[in-house]
Structures are given as structure tokens and as C-alpha cells.
């Protein structure tokens, strides 16, 4: 018999974004080690313990199957329509995706399942700081075909998106018991990378089942 989390990952695909320009940080952001471990390598196993498929979208350094796009130049919408485009090729019969861009240094697996259990049919997206997080969000399949029109008529950033559907904006106080504020944070500059990742005590990055 499957248990809760297997019929969550039956219900739920992954999306790995790793194809960004780090103008900020001044280098690839996927492949900075975090306790020997790449960046993207690490959010990727997170990914995996909780959905499938799951699929790279970037240049094929997470582990994970790959799609090579130029996401730097076309911007990341591009990124997640290629991803539902892939799904639709794949006939996954997944209902929601789960997307995450790489640079997320704290998001563990509890986190992700927190996203996919969420009592909604709708898009989930953390709001972190007055601002929402579609980068590590929970998609609809419907919401994902939005994004394929929204980028067929030229978008290019998830704005777009989060304009066209109807996600559920889900504040600290729901999320708060699963996770830091900063478990949503990016890594966008140095001292972002010195505030998330070097000043953390040793084992604060450890992926672990939950």
C-alpha cells in the first residue's frame, strides 16, 4: 500500500531551475558548493525525496534529467513553460509542479512537502517579506499552460504569471512551523552567499527525509 508521501510524489513533478545569469554574484550560482556539495545538486536532492518526475531546467548540473535552454538571456518563464511543455511530452499525470530555482541554499524536503500538502487546488506561493516567492512555489498544471500562452506572447519574467493565475498567497503565519523565513531565501550577491550559507554553523545544510 503507498503511504501519504507516495501519493504525493505520484501526484506532484519537479522543476529545477539552474540556467541564470548571476550577474550579482559575479559567478555560476549552481555550482557553489555548499559543504562540498553544488548548489543545484543539493536543491535537487530536496526536489527528488518529494516529487517525480523531475526535470533541470539549465545546463545539466543538478543530476537530474536536463533540458538546455538559454534561461539567462530568455529569463525564467521561458524556463517553467520549457519544463510544462516537457511534462505535456512526458504525460505525466501530474496534477501540481513544484519549481524551484537553484539558488535556494536553506529549502529542505520538509519545506517542499509542506508545499505539496497544502489544502488547495490552487498554485501555492510562500509570501516571504511582503513579497511572493514563485520561484519555490506549488503550480497547477492549468496555471503552467498560462505560462506557455503568457510566453508565446513575448513574457519573459514569472510576474507575468502571477498576474494571469489565481494563486493562494500563503503568509509566515502558516509556514512558520516548518521553516525559517530564510528557508525561501535566494542567493543573489556575496553577501547574500555570506549571510545564508558561510556565517551558518557546521550540519545546517544536511538534506535529510522528514
Sequence with gaps: ????????????????LTGGASRRMGRDKATMEVEGTALAGRVA?????VASPCLEVGSG???????????????????????????LDQRSSARHVLTL???????????????????SDRSILPVVGGRTQPLCARWTRSDLE???AAVGQGATAMRALVDL???DRVHPAE????????AFDDVDTPADWQ????????????VTVT
Design 45 to 49: 536532492a530536496a526536489l527528488a525525496e
Design 165 to 167: 493565475a489565481s494563486p
Design 1 to 16: 500500500m503507498a503511504t501519504g508521501s507516495d501519493r504525493v510524489t505520484e501526484a506532484v513533478a519537479g522543476v529545477l
Design 195 to 206: 549571510r545564508l550559507v558561510v556565517q551558518r554553523p557546521p550540519g545546517a545544510f544536511a
Design 146 to 148: 498560462l505560462a506557455v
Design 175 to 182: 509556514w512558520a512551523h516548518v521553516a525559517a523565513g530564510d
Design 61 to 87: 548540473v543538478s543530476g537530474l534529467p536536463s533540458v538546455l535552454i538559454d534561461t539567462a538571456r530568455q529569463g525564467p518563464l521561458v524556463a517553467v513553460a520549457t519544463a510544462a511543455k516537457w511534462l
Design 101 to 119: 530555482a537553484c539558488d535556494l541554499p536553506l529549502v529542505t524536503p520538509a519545506v517542499l512537502r509542506w508545499l505539496l500538502e497544502y489544502p
